[in-house]
Nanobody, 121 residues
Framework: QVQLVESGGGLVQTGGSLRLSCAASGRTFRTYALGWFRQAPGKEREFVARITWSSTNTYYADSVKGRFTISRDNAKNTVYLQMNSLKPEDTAVYYC??????????????WGQGTQVTVSS
């Protein structure tokens, strides 16, 4: 299995940018698809973005399309979420998750501890 640790969260103003990182440990990192999720106060966890192990396929929630970009660097065992044009609605705890590549519907077996993103207006 793989272990995940998120970082890069913080406070940013509306319209600003932030890049989240998720560092992974484990020899089978390349075989995992990776996803980002978020959970705002009082709301359920929601899907944000997903990327396959080869980075050939990415998927985004409608709410973040055109603003967020997911990417990964397998050599560094790291997945990123570049967030641009941030809105207060993006405020949430962001989680990185990993699951078997190619499985549909996707399954996430490993989760990070989360990193807080706060967007002020």
């Amino acid at each position: 299995q793989v272990q995940l640790v998120e970082s890069g969260g913080g406070l940013v103003q509306t319209g600003g940018s932030l890049r989240l990182s998720c560092a992974a440990s484990g020899r089978t990192f390349r075989t995992y698809a990776l996803g980002w999720f978020r959970q705002a106060p009082g709301k359920e966890r929601e899907f944000v973005a997903r990327i396959t192990w080869s980075s050939t396929n990415t998927y985004y929630a409608d709410s973040v399309k055109g603003r967020f970009t997911i990417s990964r660097d397998n050599a560094k065992n790291t997945v990123y979420l570049q967030m641009n044009s941030l809105k207060p609605e993006d405020t949430a705890v962001y989680y990185c998750a990993a699951g078997p590549n190619g499985q549909w519907p996707p399954r996430y077996d490993v989760w990070g501890q989360g990193t807080q993103v706060t967007v002020s207006s």
